[in-house]
Structures are given as structure tokens and as C-alpha cells.
């Protein structure tokens, strides 16, 4: 409930702040038309009312606004950085008119300052807040400078060095440089935890204040502004500080588990969802160097933990061999095992811990374990047995690198990468293909797979070369239908994965087709334009219902019908859906004629909007390089975006009235010939290439929609003049749009008695028996367990374990705790066992006639050969002694022709049962008795039959 409520806050804040930045920049497009009189008073007033409430009932932002989530606030911070800096605009201008005693009372450059802080706050929330700095440096640069290009070019690479400033040193680099000084201190130096990192704290706060003091007597203002942003920056950015503690506090919730810098310098880099290339890398199917040279592979990788050892001692005293098994049952709880020497002399046994190391992830569990361990002790001294579990006094502290020695990620082979790879991902190749219109670059075929060529019978160079063998194979019926059946498979999977490169063309092709026009101009049309439905939409890959899920929508059915069909007899399960909403395309007609009207008023103003507008939008699609099938829908994203191109919409309010006040004959028809020339010469090509007409369909239905509005502003604004009625006609327009907007959306964003997580969560809960143990899976099924546990306290003495993390160490840990009112999970193994970079994988063999045996029977085998060998170099061998060899002779060849059996079929990956059983048995079976008897009396006869000729 109070994290829904801070969304909404969050959002009511947001909104507000937006219309007082339209207000602000309808002043300033006030102001270059005169003096404000009543009329532009209300028409500024009007625009930020249509701006804001035309964004409040956006369906992303309206959507955010009412769950519990980060993006609610994110916008909130976005709003809040972009009206400050319009604000420091406005003040820098009182400023420069002021008197000096009003300047020595307030300097603008505190909303600079203001604006770091505020950073700093927001990456404690999401990261998109950053993206407005190159907004904000273009209002610093425009005020501040006069234009050239090449002052223009190097603002905009200034915004970018301190975005990605920010961004790539200052979140993770503080984090990583502090936390090596900890390493240095706590490993080097021999010093107590967090020690290096206070000592870094101190430094840095040392460096600020002599920094600021330094530029502050010598009148570098700049540099001292910098300095301290730089310093703001960081006190809001210090929020995550707050992980770290909530962490070592242990509370059951406690994902990643990041109580130490370096496990909060993973956490922040997000290093449990991947990473993915942006400007240069790979495709889903170019392959990688087959070698582990250092150069074909990234660096090694690096995980620290803290640790806290104790190292255990040796006894001289000895026991009885009767007393072992009660030493070792009652050593058995905290998992030591106890080794005994025998004492040849005495007959007895000097015993010891057979672990000499053992650690912990923290004080906690070390003297718990500290505590039970005085427990054993006491037990088997008052059973008359000494002390087994002895320390040493000093407790070791360091911290450990658990992936030492584990090599980095192999790099792929250059020919087959390229610069700005969109179609990344492997496995995903069939839905690349659709997207991006696959035809694959012929010039770069790829290389052969190996293990295919060990079951072909030529070995091929390149993989199109494979799959025209497999494909003869497969459709061969000399070969059994089983096999033929099988090779198909692999040649299906092979060529479903590509047998060529994609070309760089079909690259930016699925750029186009999904990443920007499916996963962000689809979004962008279902707030300004329209939306089909509520249900998630795959597009090219979603099947039969690619034109019936989740597209955008217009309400202009000769529109429509271009993409999707004829509209007139739509089925029911669209229209009556909630999230069929349509705005007939009003919203985004008011925004263009903002857009027009402030790109040609004020251009750098609108550039400043624009650079918002982009990096918001058109800057995530292209750094997210999303995978085709996400998911789930990605609007959420890029509402900043649509918050930039609501600010245009609240402009076309000031746009139409200043139209109706000032628009000549000569005006109208330049728009008339512009718009409509301009929409038709679009029909008319498109028309003729046979794409498709929507384009050309929406922008003539636009440009007649505006030509006819503009000739009734004007036409009233003739009629009227000055009055005071003339302002309110455009303001009018606006919250008639606005209002369409709030009534289609309203219904599918009531998330009143919306609990079905909840209710399932309850129900799965309730439906276990006292202190039992929940397996669950993925997030969706996870959470509102969670949830319901941490909240409601509902069933808190059911365990829920995820079954995906719990191939983490840090759930695993988790696990062997109490957590509320369930006990802990019967997991015996101690941390060091199981800890990451330990035990990463372990084989199990499926096949139970072979587990456990593939040694044995090849040592079996070994062992007859050898026996075979020597018995058969005999210079002589009587007549049991032959007849033995020939037994096992038949033997042996059963066993070959059986492994050559499984050999050649290319179905069987282990020893067949009958290889198996055959090694397992042995000569003396009777078959071989009789093969054997009947060839030693051939032999025998024939060597009668020589005698008597005299052979």
C-alpha cells in the first residue's frame, strides 16, 4: 500500500513539475511575440494545464504511476532535474538585471547545485535520470555562449563525458577503488574489516575540502562548481549505502546478499543479468576460438568475500578404538570429521580434525559455531575423552577470491563480428531471421562443426556444406527411418541457427523492423494515438495473432485497415477489451504542431526538448539492444521520452493561440500547401511502390485535420481580436484532447481489487502443511510469496525456496537460517563446500547401467587383454591351455563386433547393455565352451590327416 502511494506522490509530483516547465517555456515564447497581457497569461496557463494532464493519462506513465515499482519516481526525478534547470534559465536572466545586493542574497548556480543532488538521489532509483544531462548542459551552453558548430559540437561532447562520467566512473569506479583500498588494508596490512574503506572515505572527503577551498580563494568558480556538484553527486549517490547495511543486518529478504563493497560493486554493475555488446561484438551465431589462449578470451574472472578462518590444532592424547565411533557421531552435527593415527606401541589412536581451515561469511556464524564447538568439548569431557576441536587463538580475516584461477569468457573470431550489433543473443536465431528478413551473407559462410564432421563421412570446411550431407542423409531410405529421422533433426536445428553471417544490411533491417519501429514507435503510438488491447504483442514472430495482440491503433478505420485488417466487423474480444483505446490520432497531431511551432519560435529551446525527447527514447532503444520476444512489454521504459513530447502538446495550446492572433491569409495557405502537398506527394510514392499507405493515410489525415482547425482559429481570431475569449478556444481544444485521453484510459487503469498475485500467493501458502518447504521457480511465482510472507505475515512458518537461486551460494545460506517462524533447511554442507567458483557443476551420468562402471570395466578389460597377450605369446601350449585362449579369442571378438556396433550408431552416445553385459561376463560361457571344443577337434583332425601325409 505505502509503495503504491509513493508512486502515485511520485507521479502527482512529476506532473506537476511539468507544467510548470511548459510554463516556463511558453514564457519564454511569450516573450519573443511582446508583452504578456491577460489572454497570453491564460494561454501559457493553458498550455502547462493541457501539457500535464495530457502526460497524466498517458497510458505508460499512468500505468507506472499506480504500481509499486522504480519508474514512478524515476520520472519524478527526470521532471525535477529538467525544471530546475529551466528554473536556473530564468533566474540566471533576474540575475544579470539585478542589483548587487540581490545577487550577494542568491546566485542561480545553486539549481546547478541542486540538480547534482538530485542525480545523485535518483541512481539510488533507476539510471534513466541521467539521461537529462545532455538536456541540461544544452540550457547551460545556449544561455551562456554565443552559437558556432564548433562550440555547438563540443557541449555535446561535453554532455556526454559527464553522462557517461557518471555513469561508468563515478557509480562503479568509488565503489571499486574503495573497495580495493579495503583489500589492501584488510589482506596486506593485516588490519580489521572496513578499515581501508573509512581510510578511503576520509581521503576522498579530504580531497573535496581542499579542492573546494583551493578554487574558492582563487576565484575558479567553474572548477569550484564542479568540485562541488561533483561532491553532491556522491552524498546523493551515498543512499546505497543503506544495501549494505539492510544486508548485514540478515533479514530474510536479502537478495545478492552485498554486505561487502565488492558484492556491492557486483550488485551495482547488475552482473546477474549479463552483459550484452553495443557498438562492436558478435551475431547469435558467429563463433568463438576454439583455443583458451589469453588472447582469444576476456579477462580472468574476479569475486571477493569476506572471510573469517579459524585454524584448527592438533592433540598428543590418544583414545580407545572404542571410543572413535562416539567422537565421530558427536562431530557429525557441525560436519567435522575426526582422522585417527594409530599408535602401534600402545594400541590406541591420536586423533585430530581432519579439516585444518574452516571459514565464515561472518562474526554471526563464527561464534555460533565457536559456541557449539565449547558444547562438544564439555560432552566428551565429561565422557572421560579429551578435547578434539582446539583453535587457534588468532581468528585469520581476509578477503577471498572464490573465481581465482577461473578463466575468462572466450572471445568470438573477429571475421564474424561487426560494429553496432543488434542481433546479439544466441538462441534466438529463428526470431532474428523474421524480424530482420534473413537471407545471410553468402561471402561469409560458417565454419564447419566439428563433432558433425566426426559423424559425416567427409570432413567439410564450411557449414552449408554440412547441411547438404545431413539433408542427403536424411533423405536417403537406405537408412532406417529412426536415424534418418534423428540426422533431420540436427539438420533442422543446424539451419534454423543460420548457415551464414547475417549481412550488416539485415543488422540495421532488424533495427528498423523491431528495435525501433516494434519496440519503441509502437509504444509511442499506444500513448498519442492509440492502443489495439491489453494483450502482450510478439509482432512478425507472434504467429496468427500478430495483427490482433497489443499494436497501436489510430480509431481511423482507412488508417487502421492498412495494418491490421478491416476494422468495420472487428470481434468483440478486441473492442470490449479495457485497453482498447483510441485518440484518433488528436494527441499526436497537437504535439507535432508544438513540435513545428517551437522547432520555428524558438529553435534552441526546442532542441533542448528534442535532446530530452532522444536520449530518452531513441538512446535506450539503441543501448538495451533488445532481443526479439520480451517478456514482457517494455513501454515503462521510455515514459521520459513521452513526458518530452508532452511538453510539445501543452505548446500547441500557445502555438494555436498565437496562430488565431496573428495568422495572416498568406500563413494559412503556405500551411495548406506544405501539409497537404507535403502528406501527398508521401501517399502518392508510397501508393505507388505498393509498402503499404499507412504513413501517407496518417500524415494527409493530420494535415486536413490541422489545415481545417488553423482556418477556424484564424477566422475567430478575426472575429474576436482581443478578447478574452480567444484564448480560451485553443485551451479548450487541448482539454478536450487531454480529456479523450483520461476517458479512453481510465477503465483498464482502475487496479482496484486487482490482487490475483496476492490470492495465489495466499492460497499456495495456505494450501501447505505446517512448517513445510515451497518450491517455486521463476519471479512471478516467487515475489508475491515474499511478499504476502514480509507484509501480511501470512504462512510465515512455510520456507520458500527458488529453485533457480538456489544454484546461488548466497540463497543457499539463506536456506540454513531460520527466517520468521519456519526452521531452516536440512542442508548439512558447510559454506566452503558449495561456494561459488568451488563446485560450479558437477557431471552426473544418467545412465545407470554405465554409472559408476565406465572405470571398472576398463580396467576390466585392460587387465584380459593383458592376460590375452601373454597366454597367446606362449612359445607352447598344451591342450587346455589352447582351448582356454580359443574361449577367450570368441570372447574378445563379441565384445568387438559389439563396440563397433555402438561405434556406428550415431544414436547411441554410451556403451550399449550388451557390450556392457558381455564385458561384465566372462569365457567360460557355455557358447564359447562349444566354439572353442568344435575348433580344437577341426584342428585336431587336420593335424591328423597332415601327420599321415606326412606334412
Same mark, same amino acid.
Given at each position: 500500500? #505505502?509503495?503504491?502511494? #509513493? ?7 512529476? +506532473? ?62 527526470? =521532471? ?12 540566471? !536572466? ?23 543532488? #538530485? ?63 579495503? /583489500? ?19 581521503? @576522498? ?55 561487502? @563493497? ?60 572404542? !571410543? ?13 570429521? =575426526? ?8 594400541? $590406541? ?56 584461477? $577461473? ?56 557449414? !552449408? ?21 534423428? +540426422? ?15 549481412? %550488416? ?52 478505420? %482507412? ?74 512489454? /517494455? ?115 482502475? /487496479? ?12 499456495? @501458502? ?5 512448517? =513445510? ?56 554442507? /558447510? ?10 557443476? +558437477? ?7 554405465? $554409472? ?29 591351455? @589352447?582351448?582356454?585362449?580359443?574361449? #577367450?579369442?570368441?570372447?574378445?571378438? !563379441? ?57
Amino acid at each position: 500500500m #505505502m509503495v503504491n502511494a #509513493m508512486s502515485a506522490l511520485s507521479s502527482s509530483f512529476c +506532473v506537476l513539475f511539468l507544467f510548470w516547465s511548459i510554463t516556463m517555456l511558453g514564457r519564454k515564447l511569450a516573450l519573443k511575440s511582446g508583452e504578456i497581457d491577460q489572454n497570453a497569461t491564460i494561454a501559457i496557463l493553458g498550455s502547462g494545464a493541457v501539457g500535464a494532464l495530457a502526460y497524466t493519462f498517458t497510458d505508460s506513465f499512468w500505468f507506472s504511476a499506480v504500481e509499486g515499482g522504480v519508474y514512478a519516481m524515476s520520472s519524478f526525478f527526470t =521532471a525535477i532535474v529538467f525544471w530546475a534547470i529551466l528554473k536556473w534559465d530564468v533566474e540566471d !536572466d533576474e540575475y544579470q538585471s539585478a542589483s548587487e545586493d540581490i545577487k550577494a542574497q542568491s546566485h542561480p548556480n545553486r539549481w546547478i547545485l541542486f540538480i547534482a543532488y #538530485m542525480i545523485g538521489l535518483s541512481i539510488g532509483v533507476h539510471l534513466l535520470n541521467l539521461l537529462a544531462i545532455p538536456a541540461i548542459v544544452f540550457v547551460v551552453y545556449f544561455k551562456k555562449y554565443s552559437f558556432t558548430w564548433k562550440s555547438f559540437i563540443l557541449a555535446g561532447i561535453l554532455s556526454l563525458v559527464i553522462l557517461v562520467g557518471i555513469q561508468n566512473f563515478i557509480i562503479p569506479k568509488t565503489v571499486s577503488i574503495a573497495d580495493w583500498v579495503e /583489500r589492501l588494508f584488510t589482506n596486506s596490512f593485516g588490519l580489521p574489516f572496513n578499515s581501508g574503506a573509512f581510510f578511503f572515505l576520509g581521503l @576522498l572527503i579530504t580531497l573535496i575540502v581542499v579542492g573546494l577551498r583551493w578554487t574558492s580563494s582563487n576565484g575558479k568558480t567553474i572548477i569550484n562548481t564542479a568540485i562541488l556538484s561533483f561532491a553532491l553527486v556522491l552524498i546523493g549517490y551515498s543512499s546505497f549505502v543503506m544495501i549494505l547495511v539492510r544486508s548485514n543486518a540478515n533479514p530474510p529478504l536479502d537478495e545478492n546478499n552485498p554486505e561487502t @563493497l565488492a558484492q556491492l560493486q557486483s550488485y551495482l554493475g547488475r552482473e546477474q543479468y549479463g552483459s550484452w555488446p553495443i557498438g562492436y561484438g558478435q551475431y547469435w551465431n558467429s563463433p568463438a576460438f576454439s583455443d583458451c589462449d589469453a588472447d582469444h578470451r576476456g579477462p580472468d574472472k574476479i569475486k571477493y568475500m569476506k572471510l573469517s578462518s579459524l585454524k584448527t590444532k592438533g592433540i598428543s592424547e590418544e583414545v580407545e578404538a572404542k !571410543d572413535t565411533n562416539f567422537i565421530n557421531n558427536t562431530l557429525l552435527p557441525l560436519n567435522l570429521h =575426526a582422522r585417527y593415527i594409530k599408535n602401534p606401541q600402545t594400541k $590406541k589412536y591420536r586423533s585430530s580434525i581432519w579439516e585444518k581451515n574452516i571459514s565464515f561469511i561472518n562474526e554471526w556464524e563464527l561464534n555460533a559455531f565457536k559456541s557449539d564447538c565449547d558444547s562438544i568439548n564439555s560432552l566428551l569431557k565429561a565422557n572421560g575423552l579429551p578435547k578434539m576441536i582446539l583453535f587457534e587463538k588468532e581468528v585469520q580475516k581476509e578477503y577471498l577470491n572464490t573465481l581465482k584461477g $577461473k578463466k575468462g569468457d572466450k572471445n568470438y573470431l573477429p571475421e564474424y563480428c561487426t560494429i553496432f550489433p543488434r542481433m546479439y543473443r544466441q538462441g534466438e536465431g529463428d526470431k532474428y531471421k523474421v524480424w530482420s528478413d534473413y537471407r545471410g551473407d553468402k561471402d561469409k559462410p560458417l565454419p564447419a562443426l566439428a563433432q558433425l564432421n566426426n559423424m559425416l563421412p567427409n570432413n567439410y570446411q564450411y557449414r !552449408d556444406q554440412q547441411y547438404q550431407a545431413l539433408r542427403t542423409i536424411a533423405d536417403n531410405t537406405q537408412y532406417p527411418k529412426e536415424q534418418r529421422d534423428y +540426422v533431420r533433426d540436427i539438420s533442422n536445428n543446424l539451419y534454423k541457427d543460420g548457415l551464414y553471417i547475417p549481412s %550488416f544490411g539485415e543488422n540495421l533491417s532488424y533495427l528498423f523492423n523491431y528495435q525501433l519501429n516494434w519496440m519503441y514507435w509502437r509504444y509511442f503510438m499506444w500513448n498519442f494515438s492509440g492502443r489495439q488491447n491489453d494483450i502482450q504483442g510478439y509482432g512478425l514472430t507472434g504467429g496468427g495473432g500478430k495483427i490482433l495482440e497489443g499494436n497501436w491503433l489510430s480509431g481511423v478505420n %482507412f488508417i487502421d485497415n492498412q495494418r491490421l485488417g478491416d476494422q468495420t466487423n472487428v470481434s468483440p474480444d478486441i473492442t470490449l477489451n479495457k485497453g482498447y483505446n483510441r485518440y484518433f490520432m488528436l494527441p499526436l497531431l497537437l504535439g507535432l504542431i508544438g513540435l513545428i511551432f517551437h522547432m520555428i519560435k524558438h529553435p534552441k529551446g526546442a532542441f533542448v526538448v528534442f535532446m530530452l525527447y532522444l536520449l530518452t527514447g531513441i538512446a535506450i532503444v539503441i543501448y538495451l539492444n533488445q532481443k526479439p520476444a520480451e517478456p514482457r512489454e /517494455r513501454d515503462y521504459a521510455y515514459a521520459a521520452s513521452f513526458y518530452a513530447f508532452a511538453i510539445w502538446i501543452g505548446l500547441s495550446v500557445w502555438a494555436l493561440y498565437d496562430f488565431s492572433k496573428n495568422a495572416k491569409a498568406g500563413q494559412i495557405k503556405k500551411v495548406l500547401m506544405y501539409a497537404l502537398g507535403g502528406s501527398a506527394g508521401i501517399l502518392g510514392f508510397q501508393f505507388m511502390t505498393g509498402n503499404g499507405m499507412t504513413l501517407g493515410l496518417s500524415l494527409t489525415y493530420m494535415a486536413v485535420i490541422s489545415c481545417a482547425l488553423l482556418y477556424v482559429l484564424s477566422f475567430a481570431g478575426k472575429q474576436l481580436k482581443d478578447s478574452k475569449v480567444l484564448a480560451f478556444i485553443p485551451l479548450g481544444i487541448g482539454l478536450l484532447v487531454a480529456g479523450l485521453m483520461g476517458y479512453q484510459n481510465w477503465d483498464d487503469h482502475d /487496479r482496484s481489487n486487482r490482487s490475483t498475485a496476492r490470492d495465489f500467493a495466499a492460497n499456495y @501458502l495456505n494450501s501447505c502443511d505446517y512448517n =513445510a518447504i515451497l518450491f517455486t521457480n521463476g519471479d512471478n511465482d516467487t515475489f508475491p510469496l515474499w511478499y504476502i510472507q514480509e507484509v501480511e505475515g501470512v504462512r510465515t512458518d512455510v520456507r520458500v525456496a527458488n529453485m533457480s537461486l538456489l544454484s546461488t551460494d548466497w540463497h543457499i545460506n539463506q536456506m540454513k537460517k531460520r527466517a520468521y517462524e519456519s526452521d531452516p533447511l536440512p542442508i548439512n554442507m /558447510r559454506e566452503s563446500v558449495y561456494r561459488e567458483g568451488k563446485r560450479d557443476y +558437477v557431471l552426473i551420468n544418467q545412465n545407470e547401467k554405465k $554409472k559408476f562402471k565406465n572405470i571398472g570395466l576398463k580396467r576390466r578389460m585392460e587387465k584380459v587383454l593383458n592376460d590375452f597377450k601373454k597366454r597367446s605369446n606362449k612359445p607352447t601350449l598344451n591342450n587346455a591351455e @589352447l582351448r582356454s585362449l580359443l574361449k #577367450m579369442a570368441y570372447w574378445l571378438k !563379441d565384445i568387438a563386433d559389439s563396440l563397433e556396433k555402438d561405434r556406428s550408431d550415431i544414436e547411441n552416445k554410451s556403451l550399449s547393455e550388451n557390450t556392457i553385459s558381455l564385458i561384465e561376463g566372462n569365457p567360460n560361457d557355455v557358447s564359447y565352451e562349444t566354439k572353442a571344443r568344435d575348433l580344437f577337434h577341426l584342428l585336431g583332425k587336420r593335424k591328423s590327416r597332415n601327420n599321415s601325409h606326412n606334412w
